[in-house]
């Protein structure tokens, strides 16, 4: 809340100092204008005081001056010195002769010194030439195996070279100070290529992603604050996706109209029959609604793609100023956006900040857990007018969520778990709720549980 008041203070402060100079440079307008207006009156009262018979002295007394002038130009002009009393010709002629004596010194020394035969015996006998055999004709198969290998090396080229146009924020995501997950789906390629329909289907499929999507739209929704009058809202679902999120809306009795850059992802969505409106388009060129007719807005894992540079001609602070000021005006007043994030770095968060603190919203973010690995989670609550204090986060004082049964560790670039041991059945409970697990996504190898379930064998039978 106090940064968000900070950055406010400080673009007033900036406007201030931007009215003070645009101030002075209209003083100083004013006193140039008021100069030359003196100038123009001295002027005119000399006109008025000069008689025709000083005409024709004045303009003689100008054309002096001026050849006066010409003369102290043309002595300064001319060389003094050394340079005055030797012309270029002469010094080139010069040089010539002394190139000529250096060249018949050396071939004096060069006649002067005695020639030495050296005998045939001393030669060294020289390698002969390898004869070099005529390569054999590559079969078909070798033919095709090397252009596989040319495609193979083209399509690592065009790889690195795509990696190395991501923007600065987008290449050190590994870095030890990584806000967001380890392994992120933006550097790999834009959402709408990444999204295909095979991952389109993984995505919707995956029960662990269906529980997280329904647990952070609920959290959303409770930032969100809409008055429960009884009334639908309409609602705006950013990066929409296959409607996991909308659902959750549809559940709280809400209209809601999602946008996703994923045709793939919308594909899904309609096919299961999501009850919300579905528009394919790219929130970096602004939102396509009315101003002032949405009553909220949520975002689940989206806004951060706006962040990365998929072309040369995507700015991404450009693309978050359209997206932000097209957002805050389609809003209407006293409503906000939640925009859940996974900001990849500190750089990133606050860009997304500020771009949004320009465009008129007051607010700020909000960080669940930040104290935990696993379960932190950034949200970004705006509001339209009024300056209504932020939320109260979740876990402040160092608690854990309830669901949590992992923490999870990173040891450089890879991500171990760590379960926690609380008591002696923990090995069985946790096997037995892995085998449910495997049971519920369709997997029919799981052994049945019984009595032995978790025991350790002894060392022989």
Not at 150 to 170: D, F, G, K, N, Y
């Amino acid at each position: 809340m106090y940064e968000g008041q900070l950055e406010q203070i400080d673009n007033s402060l900036a406007r201030l100092g931007e009215q003070r100079a645009a101030l002075e440079n209209l003083s100083s307008q004013a006193e140039v204008i008021n100069a030359l207006k003196v100038g123009a009156d001295a002027s005119k009262g000399a006109m008025k005081a000069m008689k025709i018979d000083q005409v024709d002295q004045v303009l003689d007394d100008i054309n002096e001056a001026n050849d006066q002038m010409k003369q102290i130009q043309d002595a300064l002009a001319m060389p003094t010195g050394l340079g005055a009393e030797m012309d270029e010709d002469d010094l080139l002629q010069e040089l010539e002769d002394l190139e000529e004596e250096h060249i018949d010194e050396l071939k004096h020394e060069a006649a002067s010194v005695p020639a030495t035969r050296i005998p045939q015996q001393a030669l060294p006998e020289l390698p002969s030439a390898p004869q070099t055999q005529a390569a054999p004709a590559k079969t078909p198969e070798e033919l095709e195996l090397e252009a596989l290998e040319a495609e193979m090396a083209h399509c690592v080229i065009w790889h690195a070279a795509h990696a190395s146009r991501q923007p600065l924020s987008a290449q050190r995501h590994h870095s030890q100070y990584a806000m967001g997950r380890n392994d992120r789906p933006e550097i790999t390629a834009p959402p709408e290529i990444f999204y295909n329909e095979d991952e389109a289907r993984k995505y919707t499929e995956n029960s662990r992603m269906v529980a997280i999507q329904a647990q952070l739209t609920e959290r959303a929704l409770e930032l969100l604050a809409l008055p429960d009058d009884g009334t639908p809202k309409l609602l705006l679902d950013l990066g929409c996706g296959s409607g996991l999120s909308g659902e959750a809306l549809t559940e709280r009795g809400h209209i809601w109209v999602g946008l996703d850059i994923s045709k793939a992802m919308l594909d899904v969505a309609a096919e299961r029959e999501v009850e919300g409106d579905l528009c394919l388009h790219d929130l970096g060129h602004g939102l396509p609604i009315r101003p002032g007719t949405v009553d909220g807005a949520i975002s689940i894992s989206a806004v951060q793609w706006l962040c990365n540079a998929d072309t040369s001609k995507n700015d991404p602070r450009k693309r978050l100023r359209r997206f932000f000021e097209s957002l805050y005006a389609c809003l209407s007043k006293g409503a906000r956006a939640v925009l859940q994030i996974y900001p990849a770095n500190t750089e990133q968060a606050s860009m997304m900040t500020n771009a949004a603190m320009r465009a008129g919203f007051s607010g700020g973010l909000v960080v669940d857990f930040p104290h935990s690995t696993r379960a932190k989670k950034y949200f970004l609550v705006l509001m339209v007018g009024g300056t209504a204090a932020l939320p109260q986060a979740r876990g402040m004082d160092g608690e854990e969520p309830e669901d949590e049964e992992a923490a999870e560790v990173y040891v450089g670039h890879r991500k171990t778990k760590r379960r926690k041991h609380n008591d002696k059945g923990s090995t069985r409970d946790w096997i037995v709720r892995k085998k449910a697990q495997q049971r519920t996504r369709g997997y029919t190898n799981i052994k049945p549980d019984s009595r032995y379930t978790g025991r350790k064998r002894k060392d022989r039978f």
